[in-house]
């Protein structure tokens, strides 16, 4: 039975059997999947399971199905894929079409571009016709922050090659005369955004898979994964088992659950919420063919997308709503999921489509679909190699966006079990960039409300998480909070940002977080933290470090070290070696600062990010014998920064042992007594180029050691600093850091470490043949500093990462980040430099000649600014320096 709902703007149809599960409902833009699939159903399925498989994926959606295609091009012809339900059936159900191409990352526009292609590829393949449709997308913008946003998508577009042109107000309304425009300050139109029916690119997907090879088999449910010897060795089902080399988790909104009852247990942090889009009967004031532009309101968090003479519109949620919270339903019980209408929680995207639309005040609306989609705790999908079991792979977590970004995934996931790795970086949504603690479903439940809407919201530089926060509290965190810290987070660790003064009000506090692309507010307290470092003494708190200890009986541990890293780990007891754990390709898959603490003994230090990643790197190169131990020590000792031309006099109060720099040199480690504390762990690299060093102190003691240091420096102005003042320290003097500024497809002659390699020390270390081959061929892109002249850093917005760089007016490289530079009194940027053919396109070789010689450009915003391209740092002058 239909009934007429009032509405203050519109009339609504409704159907008044909403409020319950729906379980088979025709879906506007994929018939349901036994339909979609019955034409191909003799190349499509298949009934008989197998007893053995050479890779299994779960998942059959656009995700799985594009993993097994890609496998099956690289020459993997016994891959089966398996389904609970029907093929298509899951979160591809409810995709409403829109390829976004331009994304924030080149990472992430990479792979829709690869996702694009793959898509326009299959039609000649399977004369399946994909509906791909360049209609491009319109981006407008109500504010000027979100105006300054575009306007760097723009220069990002111009840079990478895709189409886009920035719009007025008046433009707007003439491109979409149906759209409000009186409001906006403008708009961003990308041409090479596109639409495509996705019951077409699955049927296509599925054709062109199993024309392949690849075995399909629908209504199948997995039930565990097991492994043998710490590999994956069989898949068991509800049909039974099949033994396997590889195991892929394409299990889209069950993939957590199906990660929990594998043996060992594998994490996969993501969490279902409800999403929402409506779908309108045609309108008769206006025609609409249906290829127009789609509309991003993103201020209204709004998608609006033309559709059968009407309108398809839809978005997110300011809170999302977390949903089965008692456990995900089976598909093999429905054709779809379908959610229960729920039209207050849709009410603020109605509202924002009835302001956009005016025309659309008293159209009738054909359906409400609300069905779940899955999120991770930071917005980006999970993609790679589970560290818990070796050759157990991860897809999933595409929150919105699986038809833009599953296509490319799985050709970049397949490449990474067929060939071991891939030809980009994927570090910011690998599946080892989260911690256990990341897992729990009470945080997953807590993170995800606010990330539902991450990807239409501002995207202000430096921003912090609010929810799920305190998931890892330091052993110094209560005592940093008394001293005014304002934390922020980093693998789910607190960690302080900067400090407020005593006097400052709550008000401003407040003020110092709010977000901005120009001078912010905290400058003041960070350039005070600053100077503190440079002409006295600071505390920092680095507790969130990675802190394992390697150990053997023999030689083994050193053997292993001298094998993975390039620089010379047979050093003398006491020293501290900074070095790069390297794959065969010479790229860096650890960067880590390693102190030899006895014969046998190491500890090392990574980056708080790579807490997952450089235990699972060492602990799959371990000996077999297990003659080698590896242990996690991080959450077993606080760090704390003791930096600054004073760092030593004020320690010496505090210990017997003799800290004079002729003692106690740069890169050197002690086991020291501190105040109360023994068993202390010094090393004197502040990783800021200062004076000064780290301790490392065991958790019980650590709230002693720190008031015992505030006491002892208090006539030397003692001060606590935070991390951002860290930053401003190490990018002046162009240090480099491993996820923010290079990765694992960088090697050392690329970024100024050359002399951390050691082809002499009797050892073929791990990427010692691709190095070799790169010295003698020359880098064909450089990881370097620039200066940034005639810049006002009061009125002008600041660069913070991810800005074109522009060599004799031709596009040359990316800034990775950027800070403010008080000694020298402007801002600074790290960024990369290539060389390329204007003609040929060719990669040539970056010589100090080619930097020293170029005119360089940085583009702000659709802003040029001119930049002086530095080798070294001016206040070092030299590759290696004093201090670490």
Same mark, same amino acid.
């Given at each position: 039975?239909?009934?007429?709902?009032?509405?203050?703007?519109?009339?609504?149809?409704?159907?008044?059997?909403?409020?319950?599960?729906?379980?088979?409902?025709?879906?506007?833009?994929?018939?349901?999947?036994?339909?979609?699939?019955?034409?191909?159903?003799?190349?499509?399925?298949?009934?008989?399971?197998?007893?053995?498989?050479?890779?299994?994926?779960?998942?059959?959606?656009? %995700?799985?199905?594009?993993?097994?295609?890609?496998?099956?091009?690289?020459?993997?012809?016994?891959?089966?894929?398996?389904?609970?339900?029907?093929?298509?059936?899951?979160?591809?159900?409810?995709?409403?079409?829109?390829?976004?191409?331009?994304?924030?990352?080149?990472?992430?526009?990479?792979?829709?571009?690869?996702?694009?292609?793959?898509?326009?590829?299959?039609?000649?393949?399977?004369?399946?016709?994909?509906?791909?449709?360049?209609?491009?997308?319109?981006?407008?913008?109500?504010?000027?922050?979100?105006?300054?946003?575009?306007?760097?998508?723009?220069?990002?577009?111009?840079?990478?090659?895709?189409?886009?042109?920035?719009?007025?107000?008046?433009?707007?309304?003439?491109?979409?005369?149906?759209?409000?425009?009186?409001?906006?300050?403008?708009?961003?139109?990308?041409?090479?955004?596109?639409?495509?029916?996705?019951?077409?690119?699955?049927?296509?997907?599925?054709?062109?898979?199993?024309?392949?090879?690849?075995?399909?088999?629908?209504?199948?449910?997995?039930?565990?994964?097991?492994?043998?010897?710490?590999?994956?060795?069989?898949?068991?089902?509800?049909?039974?088992?099949?033994?396997?080399?590889?195991?892929?988790?394409?299990?889209?909104?069950?993939?957590?659950?199906?990660?929990?009852?594998?043996?060992?247990?594998?994490?996969?942090?993501?969490?279902?919420?409800?999403?929402?889009?409506?779908?309108?009967?045609?309108?008769?004031?206006?025609?609409?063919?249906?290829?127009?532009?789609?509309?991003?309101?993103?201020?209204?968090?709004?998608?609006?997308?033309?559709?059968?003479?009407?309108?398809?519109?839809?978005?997110?949620?300011?809170?999302?709503?977390?949903?089965?919270?008692?456990?995900?339903?089976?598909?093999?019980?429905?054709?779809?999921?379908?959610?229960?209408?729920?039209?207050?929680?849709?009410?603020?995207?109605?509202?924002?489509?009835?302001?956009?639309?005016?025309?659309?005040?008293?159209?009738?609306?054909?359906?409400?679909?609300?069905?779940?989609?899955?999120?991770?705790?930071?917005?980006?999908?999970?993609?790679?190699?589970?560290?818990?079991?070796?050759?157990?792979?991860?897809?999933?977590?595409?929150?919105?966006?699986?038809?833009?970004?599953?296509?490319?995934?799985?050709?970049?996931?397949?490449?990474?079990?067929?060939?071991?790795?891939?030809?980009?970086?994927?570090?910011?949504?690998?599946?080892?960039?989260?911690?256990?603690?990341?897992?729990?479903?009470?945080?997953?439940?807590?993170?995800?409300?606010?990330?539902?809407?991450?990807?239409?919201?501002?995207?202000?530089?430096?921003?912090?998480?609010?929810?799920?926060?305190?998931?890892?509290?330091?052993?110094?965190?209560?005592?940093?909070?008394?001293?005014?810290?304002?934390?922020?987070?980093?693998?789910?660790?607190?960690?302080?940002?900067?400090?407020?003064?005593?006097?400052?009000?709550?008000?401003?506090?407040?003020?110092?977080?709010?977000?901005?692309?120009?001078?912010?507010?905290?400058?003041?307290?960070?350039?005070?933290?600053?100077? %503190?470092?440079?002409?006295?003494?600071?505390?920092?708190?680095?507790?969130?470090?990675?802190?394992?200890?390697?150990?053997?009986?023999?030689?083994?541990?050193?053997?292993?070290?001298?094998?993975?890293?390039?620089?010379?780990?047979?050093?003398?007891?006491?020293?501290?070696?900074?070095?790069?754990?390297?794959?065969?390709?010479?790229?860096?898959?650890?960067?880590?600062?390693?102190?030899?603490?006895?014969?046998?003994?190491?500890?090392?230090?990574?980056?708080?990010?790579?807490?997952?990643?450089?235990?699972?790197?060492?602990?799959?190169?371990?000996?077999?014998?297990?003659?080698?131990?590896?242990?996690?020590?991080?959450?077993?000792?606080?760090?704390?920064?003791?930096?600054?031309?004073?760092?030593?006099?004020?320690?010496?109060?505090?210990?017997?042992?003799?800290?004079?720099?002729?003692?106690?040199?740069?890169?050197?480690?002690?086991?020291?007594?501190?105040?109360?504390?023994?068993?202390?762990?010094?090393?004197?690299?502040?990783?800021?180029?200062?004076?000064?060093?780290?301790?490392?102190?065991?958790?019980?003691?650590?709230?002693?050691?720190?008031?015992?240091?505030?006491?002892?420096?208090?006539?030397?102005?003692?001060?606590?600093?935070?991390?951002?003042?860290?930053?401003?320290?190490?990018?002046?003097?162009?240090?480099?850091?491993?996820?923010?500024?290079?990765?694992?497809?960088?090697?050392?002659?690329?970024?100024?470490?050359?002399?951390?390699?050691?082809?002499?020390?009797?050892?073929?270390?791990?990427?010692?043949?691709?190095?070799?081959?790169?010295?003698?061929?020359?880098?064909?892109?450089?990881?370097?500093?620039?200066?940034?002249?005639?810049?006002?850093?009061?009125?002008?917005?600041?660069?913070?990462?991810?800005?074109?760089?522009?060599?004799?007016?031709?596009?040359?490289?990316?800034?990775?980040?950027?800070?403010?530079?008080?000694?020298?009194?402007?801002?600074?940027?790290?960024?990369?430099?290539?060389?390329?053919?204007?003609?040929?396109?060719?990669?040539?070789?970056?010589?100090?000649?080619?930097?020293?010689?170029?005119?360089?450009?940085?583009?702000?915003?659709?802003?040029?600014?001119?930049?002086?391209?530095?080798?070294?740092?001016?206040?070092?002058?030299?590759?290696?320096?004093?201090?670490?």
């Amino acid at each position: 039975m239909l009934r007429v709902s009032s509405h203050p703007m519109c009339r609504v149809l409704i159907n008044s059997s909403s409020c319950t599960l729906l379980r088979s409902t025709r879906h506007p833009l994929i018939s349901c999947c036994s339909c979609a699939f019955s034409q191909d159903a003799d190349h499509s399925t298949t009934s008989d399971l197998p007893q053995r498989a050479r890779a299994v994926i779960c998942g059959g959606g656009i %995700a799985g199905l594009s993993t097994a295609y890609h496998l099956a091009k690289l020459g993997w012809k016994d891959v089966v894929l398996l389904e609970q339900g029907k093929l298509a059936s899951g979160t591809t159900w409810n995709a409403s079409g829109i390829l976004g191409i331009l994304r924030r990352s080149h990472f992430r526009t990479r792979l829709s571009r690869m996702s694009y292609d793959l898509y326009s590829q299959l039609e000649a393949e399977t004369g399946i016709q994909t509906g791909l449709h360049r209609c491009g997308s319109v981006n407008i913008g109500q504010t000027k922050d979100l105006m300054v946003e575009l306007q760097k998508r723009h220069a990002n577009a111009k840079a990478w090659g895709i189409d886009s042109e920035l719009l007025s107000m008046g433009d707007v309304h003439r491109l979409l005369p149906w759209i409000r425009a009186d409001d906006l300050e403008g708009g961003l139109l990308v041409r090479d955004d596109a639409s495509v029916q996705v019951k077409e690119v699955t049927r296509a997907l599925a054709k062109a898979a199993n024309d392949r090879g690849v075995t399909l088999l629908e209504n199948i449910e997995v039930k565990r994964v097991v492994s043998s010897g710490g590999r994956v060795s069989s898949v068991h089902t509800d049909r039974g088992s099949i033994e396997c080399e590889a195991f892929v988790n394409c299990a889209g909104l069950w993939a957590r659950a199906l990660g929990l009852a594998s043996s060992p247990e594998v994490r996969v942090p993501l969490y279902p919420l409800a999403q929402q889009y409506l779908i309108t009967k045609p309108i008769k004031s206006r025609t609409l063919d249906g290829n127009g532009p789609f509309v991003r309101d993103m201020d209204s968090l709004l998608y609006i997308q033309e559709h059968s003479g009407g309108f398809l519109f839809g978005g997110y949620a300011p809170k999302g709503k977390p949903v089965f919270e008692e456990g995900l339903p089976l598909k093999k019980d429905s054709e779809h999921i379908h959610l229960p209408d729920d039209w207050d929680h849709f009410r603020h995207l109605l509202e924002g489509f009835l302001h956009r639309v005016p025309q659309a005040s008293d159209v009738q609306f054909e359906k409400l679909y609300n069905s779940p989609e899955s999120f991770t705790p930071d917005g980006e999908f999970i993609i790679g190699e589970a560290p818990e079991v070796r050759n157990y792979f991860v897809l999933a977590g595409f929150g919105s966006l699986g038809l833009t970004h599953a296509g490319g995934a799985g050709e970049l996931l397949a490449r990474l079990i067929a060939i071991g790795h891939t030809n980009m970086d994927y570090w910011p949504v690998d599946v080892q960039r989260f911690s256990p603690q990341h897992n729990s479903k009470a945080f997953l439940r807590a993170r995800v409300k606010e990330i539902e809407s991450i990807h239409y919201r501002v995207a202000y530089p430096a921003f912090s998480h609010r929810t799920g926060r305190k998931l890892r509290c330091p052993p110094l965190y209560s005592r940093l909070g008394q001293g005014g810290a304002v934390f922020g987070e980093r693998m789910g660790v607190e960690r302080p940002k900067w400090y407020m003064a005593p006097d400052d009000t709550d008000e401003f506090a407040h003020e110092t977080q709010r977000g901005t692309f120009g001078k912010p507010q905290w400058f003041g307290l960070v350039e005070s933290e600053y100077w %503190a470092c440079r002409e006295s003494v600071c505390l920092m708190d680095m507790s969130a470090f990675t802190k394992l200890e390697l150990t053997s009986l023999g030689n083994e541990a050193t053997m292993l070290l001298q094998r993975l890293c390039p620089n010379d780990l047979d050093c003398p007891i006491g020293s501290v070696v900074h070095t790069g754990m390297l794959n065969e390709r010479g790229g860096y898959e650890c960067d880590c600062s390693i102190a030899r603490l006895d014969t046998n003994r190491y500890f090392i230090i990574c980056p708080t990010i790579q807490l997952v990643k450089a235990h699972h790197w060492i602990s799959n190169h371990l000996p077999p014998d297990g003659s080698v131990t590896l242990r996690d020590l991080t959450n077993q000792y606080a760090g704390l920064n003791v930096l600054g031309p004073k760092a030593r006099d004020v320690l010496q109060k505090l210990t017997t042992t003799s800290l004079s720099s002729a003692d106690f040199r740069p890169f050197s480690f002690k086991e020291l007594n501190v105040g109360f504390a023994t068993g202390v762990k010094a090393m004197t690299i502040t990783h800021a180029g200062e004076d000064g060093m780290v301790l490392y102190i065991p958790n019980e003691t650590a709230v002693q050691v720190y008031d015992a240091l505030l006491e002892a420096g208090k006539d030397c102005g003692i001060r606590n600093a935070g991390y951002y003042a860290l930053r401003w320290l190490r990018i002046e003097k162009f240090y480099f850091y491993w996820g923010e500024d290079f990765d694992s497809t960088t090697t050392p002659y690329e970024i100024g470490r050359d002399m951390r390699v050691k082809f002499d020390k009797g050892v073929e270390f791990i990427g010692k043949s691709a190095l070799l081959k790169q010295r003698q061929e020359g880098v064909k892109r450089q990881l370097l500093g620039f200066i940034l002249e005639d810049h006002n850093i009061n009125t002008d917005l600041w660069p913070w990462g991810r800005e074109p760089i522009y060599r004799n007016g031709q596009h040359a490289g990316m800034t990775t980040c950027s800070s403010y530079g008080p000694t020298q009194g402007k801002m600074t940027c790290l960024g990369w430099l290539t060389n390329r053919d204007a003609d040929t396109g060719q990669m040539l070789e970056v010589t100090p000649d080619f930097v020293n010689k170029g005119q360089y450009e940085i583009d702000i915003a659709g802003k040029r600014f001119p930049l002086k391209a530095r080798l070294y740092p001016s206040q070092l002058g030299a590759k290696q320096p004093t201090h670490g």
